[in-house]
């Protein structure tokens, strides 16, 4: 199978995981805590990474799985391909607004990320492909983003990170034109892809990071844990930086 027919089939997938999303989002959500109030979880997660697991399972039972809510493999290396799930992306956002919330899945194999899908279900904007593909947003499309410097853009700051001022984030903030904080990853790797942020400082576990490395690698944006060592699919969270070029290697002398 073509790496174009994977991303086809996996963009019918999402699609109508989407679908039910909206669909439930029409009756009372089930909301449990995880490890702390900040943390949690509803029926809706645990829903669409079982729907999403299955389809994967089904139709490529050889390949391997990691998921945000568990129904994943305990993997020890990166060999195959692996499908890197976060059902809802946001789900503080998705419990409290219902929106600013997103499907991801990021594709890798033998630890090279082949393609990425990233779909915000309430503004339809779904953004998927990878280097061999191309990169697509709502079947447009998407160009190479221009490689702005700090100063002169937006930058999309952890919540937390900048609460506590971790590494300086507020000094780096305050370089830049404005500071955002969106509370859901793939939101920011979106505006970074569509060139409307010029970059992303956060504490991310592989599944808020596969689908937008896959993503932004092929647009030019430079993605590494925020030390500048590469990032780690198996690891836990990590503080991790996407930015253009210049933001970038800004960012790496503060
Ligand atoms: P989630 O909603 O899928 O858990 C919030 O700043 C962003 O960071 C969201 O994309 C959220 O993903 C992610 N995140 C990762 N680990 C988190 C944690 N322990 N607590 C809160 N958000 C976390
Ligand atoms: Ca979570
Ligand atoms: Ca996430
Ligand atoms: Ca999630």
Redesign the pocket.
């Known amino acids: 199978m073509t790496q174009v027919a994977l991303m086809n089939q996996v963009v019918e997938w999402v699609n109508e995981a989407a679908d039910q999303i909206r669909e439930k989002l029409k009756s009372p959500i089930m909301v449990e805590e995880?490890?702390?109030r900040?943390?949690?979880?509803t029926n809706v997660?645990k829903e669409t990474e079982a729907f999403l697991v299955e389809k994967i399972r089904t139709n490529y039972p050889d390949d391997h799985i990691l998921g945000?809510e568990g129904l994943g493999d305990n993997l020890s290396d990166t060999k195959g391909r692996i499908w890197v799930i976060?059902?809802?992306?946001?789900?503080?956002?998705?419990v409290k607004q219902q929106e600013n919330?997103c499907i991801?899945i990021g594709i890798f194999e033998d630890n090279v990320p082949i393609l990425g899908f990233i779909y915000d279900v309430v503004k339809d904007e779904f953004a998927y492909g990878g280097a061999k593909t191309g990169v697509f947003l709502n079947s447009q499309s998407v160009n190479q983003v221009e490689n702005v410097c700090l100063r002169d853009g937006l930058i999309g700051v952890?919540?937390?990170m900048f609460c506590h001022n971790t590494f300086n984030v507020r000094d780096i903030a305050i370089e830049a034109v404005g500071v955002r904080?969106?509370?859901?990853?793939?939101?920011?790797f979106l505006n970074v892809i569509r060139g409307k942020q010029n970059g992303y400082i956060?504490?991310?576990?592989p599944?808020?990071f596969a689908a937008g490395v896959a993503l932004s690698e092929p647009l030019g944006l430079k993605c590494s844990k925020f030390d500048g060592s590469p990032y780690d699919i198996l690891g836990e969270?990590q503080y991790f930086l996407v930015a253009t070029q210049k933001t970038y290697e800004e960012i790496a002398n503060y």
Do not use: Q
């Open positions: 995880k490890s702390n900040h943390d949690l979880v997660d945000e976060d059902p809802i992306d946001g789900t503080l956002n998705f919330f991801m952890n919540g937390a904080m969106l509370g859901c990853a793939g939101l920011d956060s504490n991310l576990a599944w808020d969270r």
